[in-house]
Structure formats: structure tokens, C-alpha cells
């Protein structure tokens, strides 16, 4: 299992999201996104309650996980994801990413910091609609915040810029007044175009789905995401 997030949140990372990848190869699709030069790849758990939407749980990381030593970066668009947590530490979740608008049998809190107590990246994600100042209590205890520039629950939408990039360069300017470190995520209709946007506003991890894993090279995709996302970072 690889331990990452070691680097800077001037690092910038494209992270490929499997829920945009060939299901029926899903053993191929992980080595084509492996030698596309992905180092995380992203995974998308959905419940069909908290999203209107399902897609697989800890079995398909776990899958992922025998496949593969690139960091896994879990996504968990669902209620009660506390009563799950230890089967997706278990599967070997590198980052495991809650929604601070879920239900949870104990509390967000107490599931933060069960995921850093088994040695893990901890994630607090945020839909287009959430304000930044409801993630205030927690972020001195996340590595990343994953501001959702689409609404949760299906890849191939379009990036929300109006909605979500105020909330994330408000997120940078706090963390960098506060002299916190969590990295920021985008995740949905992020291409060359909105990814660069999005890199103005402050994100450095960009959740590809469709941009990466649909265009044939997908090596040449993720090198023009990359170059889009290069550059000062200044608005
Ligand atoms: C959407 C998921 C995304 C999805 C993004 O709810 O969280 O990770 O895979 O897909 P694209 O990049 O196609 O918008
Ligand atoms: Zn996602």
C-alpha cells in the first residue's frame, strides 16, 4: 500500500476515476491508467441513497487494491459510512473521503479520526451547495477538501464554475491565512479547460473521469490535463 500526500499542495496530480473506465477490463483499465503516469486513482463508492446513484463498494477496492500500488483515493458518496469504514480500510483505501452531508451512526468527527487511526488519509467532501464555512470544524483535521464542482452521482456532467469556484479559492485564501495544509480537490467535468480554472481558484488534485479514461491515449490525455494544470496558480 502506498503512504502519499507526503509532497506539497503545490503538487498537482490528474487523478483518473474508474467509475469513468471499461468495466467489462477493469484489470486493464487500471494498468492503462498506471501507464497513462496516474499516481492515485480515484474510486467512486455510491449508495443509490445519498446519491441517487450505485456503483461498488469495498470488494471492487479491494480488487483495485490486488491490482495495483498506485495511491486509492475513496470517495464515499453514502450514508453511514462509519458502520462501513473498516471494510474499506480493510479492502486498503489509502484516502478515504466522507461528505460532511451524510448520515452517520456516530458523527463525521469520529469517522475522521478512526481513519487516521488506522494510518490513513482522511477527505471531507463538499456538494456544490454546501458552504465552505460548514467544513470550518474539521479542517485542521483533513489532508484533502473535495469541493464537488458537479452534483454527486454520475460522471459526464457539466463542471458547476459559477457555484464551486468561489467556494474553493475562499477554501485556499483560509487554509493559507491559517497556515493549514490540506490539499484541495475538484471532481466533476473537470477537461484541460475547466481543470485550468479550477487550478486558478486554488485545487491542485483533479478528479478526471470522462477526460481521462474515455479519449483512446490516454497518456496523451493525462499529459494535456497536466500541462493545463501547470503554471503560477495565481487568479
Ligand atoms: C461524480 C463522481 C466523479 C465522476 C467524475 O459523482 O464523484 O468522480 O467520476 O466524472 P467526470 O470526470 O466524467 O465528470
Ligand atoms: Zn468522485
Known amino acids: 500500500m502506498s503512504s502519499d500526500l507526503t509532497f506539497t499542495h503545490d503538487t498537482r496530480l490528474i487523478l483518473p476515476s474508474l467509475l469513468a473506465a471499461d468495466w467489462s477490463r477493469v484489470g486493464e483499465e487500471v494498468r492503462r491508467a498506471e501507464e497513462a503516469g496516474a499516481r492515485w486513482l480515484h474510486l467512486d463508492v455510491m449508495d443509490g441513497s445519498f446519491v441517487d446513484n450505485l456503483s461498488f463498494g469495498p470488494q471492487m477496492v479491494k480488487t483495485v487494491r490486488r491490482l495495483t500500488g498506485m495511491f486509492l483515493d475513496t470517495h464515499l458518496m453514502m450514508h453511514r459510512a462509519d458502520h462501513y469504514l473498516d471494510r474499506f480500510l480493510e479492502a486498503g483505501a489509502d484516502n478515504i473521503t466522507l461528505h460532511?452531508?451524510?448520515?452517520?451512526?456516530?458523527?463525521?468527527?469520529?469517522?475522521?479520526?478512526?481513519?487516521?487511526?488506522?494510518?490513513?488519509?482522511?477527505?471531507?467532501?463538499?456538494?456544490?451547495?454546501?458552504?465552505?464555512?460548514?467544513?470550518?470544524?474539521?479542517?485542521?483535521?483533513?489532508?484533502?477538501l473535495l469541493v464537488m464542482t458537479v452534483v454527486p452521482g454520475f460522471g459526464g456532467q457539466a463542471f458547476m464554475e459559477k457555484e464551486t469556484m468561489p467556494k474553493l479559492s475562499q477554501a485556499r485564501d483560509y487554509r493559507d491565512e491559517n497556515g493549514l495544509h490540506f490539499h484541495l480537490e475538484v471532481d466533476g467535468?473537470?477537461?484541460?479547460?475547466?481543470?485550468?480554472?479550477?487550478?486558478?481558484?486554488?485545487?491542485?488534485?483533479?478528479v478526471c473521469g470522462t477526460s481521462s479514461f474515455a479519449p483512446p491515449d490516454m497518456g496523451a490525455a493525462m499529459r494535456g490535463l497536466a500541462r493545463a494544470v501547470e503554471g503560477s496558480g495565481n487568479q
Open 100 to 144: 460532511l452531508e451524510a448520515d452517520y451512526e456516530t458523527s463525521v468527527a469520529d469517522t475522521l479520526a478512526r481513519i487516521r487511526a488506522a494510518g490513513r488519509q482522511c477527505g471531507l467532501a463538499l456538494r456544490p451547495e454546501t458552504p465552505f464555512e460548514a467544513a470550518l470544524p474539521y479542517v485542521r483535521d483533513i489532508d484533502l
Open 189 to 206: 467535468g473537470v477537461y484541460e479547460d475547466t481543470a485550468a480554472i479550477a487550478r486558478r481558484h486554488g485545487a491542485n488534485l483533479f
